[in-house]
DNA sequence: ATTATAAAGTCAAATAAGGTCAGAGGTGGA
DNA sequence: TCCACCTCTGACCTTATTTGACTTTATAAT
């Protein structure tokens, strides 16, 4: 059974999917009703899953005739991603901000469809197993490579 | 006298079998209770028989909402570059030997030009420093990884 | 202005998974 | 018999989700 989590997002991303300026505004208290779960698992889903790593911008407003706002931004990607990578203090990525990245620059169309999937397959699962508390740095270098090696062929 | 992980092989093996896209999810507190063992002994049995080598992925989730899924990848090829990943017994590939491979799948046709490229980004230089001596043991996990997930979207 | 009401935000604790590792226990072949 | 190589177990670890008490901010009513 998956997550109420996961339901949460697999909602909201369809409804940003149908919207067509992919903006979505709703009311924190209504979707937490629809979902039977409390008002912060809302925030939860929105941290976890919604960042801006992963092309999203939230904006709420609260009291009366407040709302949550979820936008969904393409990026100026060459100059982002450069900035990311040279981001020496970020030195570790983990599974699921990496899953995050790759989906969004294979929309991008920064990769490739088979390419996004090729990395995926070395970016999670069990791969890095043997790389222990090492994987999460590992994961960064191999990112790092694969974004490199893309934008010396372009 | 069969083992008990052998019992949980072929359970497993069965129902991936019976599943028509060769992908099963299940939880692992669920199954280990129905073998009477304890949880730890399903990992035992997915790492010493579902391995890459052996053309399984393995992917899992923690926490609420967790899962193990298993993914069969069929490796029904002649092709003897393949087969060479299925050889259980070489663990470990040198970079020399990782360019040659990837050279000849890109000329073979089995890997796009960009994606050839992709890999051996990873796999050659200093990508791999962080894993020191396992390097060759990690690169050998990181082309099998690949190499199923080609074979995978085909 | 003051107070009431209606939102949303924060944060930490509780809960629900799965992962790791080292050592104990078996088993079969030389 | 003895050794090498599986298997099996349990203690401890890490990660993800769910919940609720408390806080902050905006608007509406007096």
């Keep these: 059974m998956g997550s109420k989590a996961e339901a949460i997002e697999q909602y909201l991303l369809k409804i940003i999917e149908l919207s067509d300026d992919h903006i979505v505004e709703l009311r924190r208290a209504e979707l937490s009703y629809q979902f039977s779960c409390v008002p912060s698992q809302i925030n939860y889903v ?25 936008v969904k931004v393409p990026i100026e990607r060459e100059d982002d ?27 991008e169309g920064f990769f490739s469809k088979t390419e996004g999937r090729l990395m995926l397959g070395v970016l999670s699962g069990g791969v890095l197993a043997r790389a222990k508390e090492e994987k999460d740095l590992l994961r960064m270098d191999l990112m790092r490579a694969m974004v490199l090696t893309k934008l010396r062929e372009k």
């Design 46 to 70: 929105l941290n976890t899953r919604f960042t801006t790593a992963q092309g999203y911008v939230v904006e709420s407003r609260r009291g009366g005739g407040g709302y949550l706002r979820i």
């Design 81 to 107: 991603l450069i900035k990311m990578l040279a981001d020496k203090s970020k030195q570790d990525l983990s599974e699921q901000e990496a899953k995050g990245l790759v989906i969004r620059l294979v929309e």
